[in-house]
């Protein structure tokens, strides 16, 4: 039985200020889930052609509190201060925390982790997939927004992919290289040699797993 496809509804925007400029910040409902996904909008958008997007799922750990395990909280202030650069662009901010295993199972994972799995052995275990994450509604929000095509911020390939075949013109990836930490080495580590996202790891150093 095939799924019904996603809609997604625009239920309000509102200002917001940062270090990288005003932002509208715009709440959606969908017919998939219960959850309300975000996208932080700068400039003029519908329309468009070639806007810079970043397509950026929810991490607590790394976008609010700042943790060094991951390098999510660093690609998002980077994405934000790139657009705030151009003057023009868009965040999709997808509720899909941990690759879409959410928080319990995240934090679950990074236990495994401390014992020497990498994240992909360690969703694993927990009986997901290394990657559990959907782009079906950030596609549809970028419908809504209007805009024609995107210059996508990532280094994961799949996620360039995933979007193109829902239907999104990815017209260039543009690659977003947060610092290397020694507490995130062997995770970028895992994503540049297990999951194929194009990292600069010259200079890593993997002294212990983290």
């Known amino acids: 039985m095939s799924q019904p496809a996603v809609h997604v509804q625009q239920r309000v925007c509102a200002r917001i200020p940062t270090d990288y400029g005003e932002f509208q910040l715009c709440l959606y409902e969908n017919n998939k889930d219960d959850k309300e996904h975000l996208a932080l909008v700068m400039g003029q958008v519908r329309g468009r052609e070639r806007v810079l997007v970043r397509i950026h799922s929810e991490c607590f750990t790394g976008d609010v509190l700042g943790s060094r395990r991951c390098d999510c909280g660093d690609q998002l202030h980077g994405a934000m201060k790139m657009i705030g650069e151009t003057g023009q662009g868009v965040i999709v901010y997808l ?3 941990g690759r879409g295993i959410g928080l319990l199972d995240k934090l679950r994972a990074y236990n495994l982790q401390d014992q020497g799995y990498d994240t992909v052995e360690a969703n694993l275990l927990l009986g997901h997939q290394a990657d559990e994450r959907e782009y079906d509604i950030a596609a549809a ?6 805009i024609r095509s995107i210059r996508l911020l990532t280094n994961n390939p799949d996620k360039v992919q995933s979007l193109v075949a829902l239907g999104v013109s990815v017209v260039e990836r543009v690659p977003i290289q947060a610092p ?31």
Do not use: V, W
Not at 141 to 146: E, H, P, R, V
Not at 188 to 207: P, V, Y
């Open 95 to 97: 509720r899909q925390e």
């Open 141 to 146: 929000i970028l419908k809504d927004l209007g």
């Open 180 to 210: 290397i930490h020694p507490e995130n080495a062997f995770y970028l580590s895992t994503k540049a040699h297990r999951m194929h996202h194009q990292l600069d790891l010259a200079h890593i150093q993997l002294d212990h797993p983290a």
